[in-house]
């Protein structure tokens, strides 16, 4: 029998109550990422187009049932040779302008780089520190949310990236778990901010697998293009807003059940891609364990560890399959996941640290919103279920990280990191265990622990995109409020 700690080890103080009381009553009705944009932008045409707020829904994309035959969202090695061999007469229908191909990693020695041509294809290394950004959303700095404009527009100019007329397809280099998340957040801030599904491919599996699978040894070069630094593309000439791709915390308080259990008619499917090790803050290894003393240390100094109520739990790394070169399952196991169903022992579990069942899982119509410590974990299950899949997927950016600070809990300073009565306390709103010791609780930035919402990044990049801000954006920083994360997740 699973016992929920913290229902035992917290007061339910009038306070606590009230404090969640405030924040239910104005969250209620409140669209958090899902505001609507109003304004035009330019694009390249010159002729001033209304700017399109997507949903989740319109955001996602089907995959083929045979990866083969896409020509966006998931293509194969077989795919990009064809485009690369011949690219002005094998491009997609609608592509105009070059192949850019990014590698978030170099390859293997022999397979370092998809070889360009310098002239219709291109292939760039940008690593993971292009595609995240300390930013506040309004209470509290997260460093890894999805970057800035003026940071998009920089990397656009830098390798002049055409995100109107180019193809870009985004690569891992040597495969691997770390370089798919990496692969996933490059996905996740192009369609962030804009880029259509038809400019914007993800390539299964790593370098040295894709030599003989797809691509042979004729595809690689030792070294990738040289950045020319001539671009002019902006994000604020991109017609889309797709930033309903983030949620925030305002968002994930609107959307939990009232309490710990696995609800199918509510329309929400969230879903926890750690393992079952920080899912259950210790009280499950994976095979039904506690594992000892775990209360001792929690990745990122955290205050707690555990998972929103409602939250159903299936680790990232069943998505992939590293004996072959880190690529996606096929289309028809991801789909058997979301349907409860176990897969070589592993399936969705709840609360209860028992699988859902089949049909208890991800149910017609939900809205998934997938998170980790710091969403890179999530952004292979993210990219999985929204652009394999095609269901709607919400990222939530902060993630645990974010949401475990978000307590009444002691840092190693001697000082609450929120207030008993702030709104935005996401503790009670948990199952989580806290850290047996506050002298191991890094202290967190806190912006404003009673802000009106948590939606300062959302807003904060509707304003760049419509002109409205300078190029500064005020909610990023610098903010040296978290450690490093070498988990990546």
């Known amino acids: 029998m699973n016992i929920h700690l913290n229902a035992v080890r917290w007061p339910r103080s009038a306070a606590v109550v009230g404090a969640y009381l405030l924040s239910a009553l104005f969250l209620v009705g409140c669209g958090g990422g899902e505001d609507d944009t109003t304004g035009y932008v330019t694009p390249p045409s010159g002729e001033a187009t209304p700017i399109v707020v997507n949903s989740p829904a319109q955001i996602a994309q089907e995959s083929a049932d045979n990866y083969d035959d896409n020509e966006n969202g998931l293509i194969t090695g077989a795919t990009l040779k064809r485009w690369k061999d011949d690219w002005l007469n094998e491009r997609p229908a609608g592509i105009t302008g070059k192949l850019v191909i990014i590698q978030v990693t170099e390859g293997p020695g022999g397979t370092e780089y998809i070889a360009p041509d310098d002239k219709h294809v291109f292939t760039y290394l940008i690593d993971n520190s292009r595609w995240v950004e300390t930013r506040s959303n309004g209470v509290i700095y997260t460093r890894s949310m999805v970057p800035a404009g003026a940071t998009m527009d920089a990397l656009l100019q830098e390798f002049d990236i055409d995100p109107h007329n180019d193809m870009i397809v985004i690569a891992m280099g040597t495969g691997g778990?770390?370089?798919?998340?990496?692969?996933?957040?490059?996905?996740?801030?192009?369609?962030?901010?804009?880029?259509?599904?038809?400019?914007?491919?993800?390539?299964?599996?790593?370098?040295?697998?894709?030599?003989?699978?797809?691509?042979?040894?004729?595809?690689?070069?030792?070294?990738?293009?040289?950045?020319?630094?001539?671009?002019?593309?902006?994000?604020?000439?991109?017609?889309?807003?797709?930033?309903?791709?983030?949620?925030?915390?305002?968002?994930?308080?609107?959307?939990?059940?009232?309490?710990?259990?696995?609800?199918?008619?509510?329309?929400?499917?969230?879903?926890?891609?750690?393992?079952?090790?920080?899912?259950?803050?210790?009280?499950?290894?994976?095979?039904?364990?506690?594992?000892?003393?775990?209360?001792?240390?929690?990745?990122?100094?955290?205050?707690?560890?555990?998972?929103?109520?409602?939250?159903?739990?299936?680790?990232?790394?069943?998505?992939?399959?590293?004996?072959?070169?880190?690529?996606?399952?096929?289309?028809?196991?991801?789909?058997?996941?979301?349907?409860?169903?176990?897969?070589?022992?592993?399936?969705?579990?709840?609360?209860?640290?028992?699988?859902?069942?089949?049909?208890?899982?991800?149910?017609?119509?939900d809205t998934i919103y997938t998170y980790c410590e710091t969403t890179y974990r999530a952004m292979i299950t993210g990219t999985a279920s929204a652009a394999i899949l095609g269901k709607p997927t919400r990222f939530y950016d902060g993630a645990m990280v974010e949401w475990s600070s978000l307590s009444y809990l002691l840092d190693w300073n001697g000082n609450y990191i929120l207030p008993i009565d702030s709104p935005w306390r996401t503790d009670v709103v948990s199952f989580f265990r806290p850290a047996d010791d506050p002298s191991k609780v890094e202290p967190r930035q806190i912006d404003d622990a009673y802000a009106d919402n948590t939606n300062a990044i959302i807003l904060a990049d509707k304003a760049y995109k419509t002109g409205s801000s300078s190029s500064d954006d005020s909610s990023s920083g610098g903010g040296g409020a978290l450690p490093p994360n070498p988990c990546g997740g």
């Open 177 to 365: 778990n770390f370089q798919a998340m990496v692969r996933g957040r490059a996905w996740y801030a192009f369609r962030y901010w804009g880029v259509k599904a038809e400019n914007l491919a993800m390539l299964d599996g790593g370098n040295s697998w894709l030599n003989g699978n797809g691509l042979g040894a004729g595809d690689f070069a030792a070294a990738a293009s040289s950045a020319p630094g001539t671009g002019v593309a902006s994000v604020k000439t991109l017609a889309d807003d797709n930033t309903a791709l983030q949620a925030t915390v305002q968002d994930m308080l609107r959307i939990l059940p009232d309490s710990d259990t696995n609800v199918l008619d509510d329309g929400v499917f969230i879903w926890d891609a750690r393992g079952t090790n920080q899912y259950s803050a210790g009280e499950d290894d994976g095979t039904g364990v506690p594992v000892a003393d775990y209360m001792t240390t929690f990745q990122n100094n955290g205050a707690r560890q555990g998972h929103p109520w409602g939250a159903l739990q299936l680790n990232f790394t069943n998505m992939l399959l590293p004996a072959e070169g880190y690529r996606f399952r096929d289309k028809a196991e991801l789909e058997s996941y979301l349907n409860g169903e176990t897969i070589n022992g592993e399936a969705f579990i709840d609360a209860t640290y028992q699988p859902v069942g089949v049909g208890n899982a991800y149910q017609d119509g």
